[in-house]
T-cell receptor, first 110, second 114 residues
Framework: EAQVTQNPRYLITVTGKKLTVTCSQN?????MSWYRQDPGLGLRQIYY???????DKGDVPEGYKVSRKEKRNFPLILESPSPNQTSLYFC?????????FGPGTRLTVT | DQQVKQNSPSLSVQEGRISILNCDYT??????FLWYKKYPAEGPTFLIS?????DKNEDGRFTVFLNKSAKHLSLHIVPSQPGDSAVYFC?????????????FGKGTKLSVKP
């Protein structure tokens, strides 16, 4: 089954404690990205990657890092999380015409 | 500055009637448009898309209309069903563009009442 998986699905952490949200896709897509969804703001892109070892900033990259060492994986790293990064995060991978989303990770930073 | 705008945060429709969700865009370079549906606790799922060379695309109960001169697209759901209650996101992209990313609107929450 074609899918994008994310882990963990839910995470509560404290300010400053480094965390990683993993993302994996099994569709051999070159293009992957991370979004955050906040009330009233819709989906905003954090980072994207057009291929292995190629990453670039989206609209809201501050406070985040990513890496793309393999085609299937695109982890999102928060080196020092802050409360304003409390949000719902989605990983996605795409073809030219369609984008597939993961189930989401709800992150709370206290 | 928002390039893709969904000006109605919410819409309520009676079951069996038509739901019309609207989306406006400002970037004339956009040439591919998509609609996504999102249920709570799930990721957005692709619903329907349209290329700028068309003005209409239909898939079952869902039809997307594109008016390039007005930079406006709309999603029609006929007939609406309670299971259609979800948040709908409009998205746009420039095919073959250097970034290739999708620009999303803020979403419209559709409620279909039995």
């Amino acid at each position: 089954e074609a899918q994008v998986t994310q882990n963990p699905r839910y995470l509560i952490t404290v300010t400053g404690k480094k965390l990683t949200v993993t993302c994996s896709q099994n569709m051999n897509h070159e293009y992957m990205s991370w979004y955050r969804q906040d009330p009233g703001l819709g989906l905003r892109q954090i980072y994207y990657s057009m291929n292995v070892e190629v990453t670039d900033k989206g609209d809201v990259p501050e406070g985040y890092k990513v890496s793309r060492k393999e085609k299937r994986n695109f982890p999102l790293i928060l080196e020092s999380p802050s409360p304003n990064q409390t949000s719902l995060y989605f990983c996605a991978s795409r073809t030219t015409y369609e984008q597939y989303f993961g189930p989401g990770t709800r992150l709370t930073v206290t | 500055d928002q390039q893709v705008k969904q000006n109605s945060p919410s819409l309520s429709v009676q079951e069996g009637r038509i739901s019309i969700l609207n989306c406006d865009y400002t970037n004339s370079m956009f040439d591919y448009f998509l609609w996504y549906k999102k249920y709570p606790a799930e990721g957005p799922t692709f619903l329907i898309s349209i290329s700028s060379i068309k003005d209409k695309n239909e898939d079952g109960r869902f039809t997307v209309f594109l008016n390039k001169s007005a930079k406006h697209l709309s999603l029609h759901i006929v007939p609406s069903q309670p299971g259609d209650s979800a948040v709908y996101f409009c998205a746009a992209s420039v095919y073959g563009g250097s970034q290739g990313n999708l620009i999303f609107g803020k979403g419209t929450k559709l409620s279909v009442k039995p």
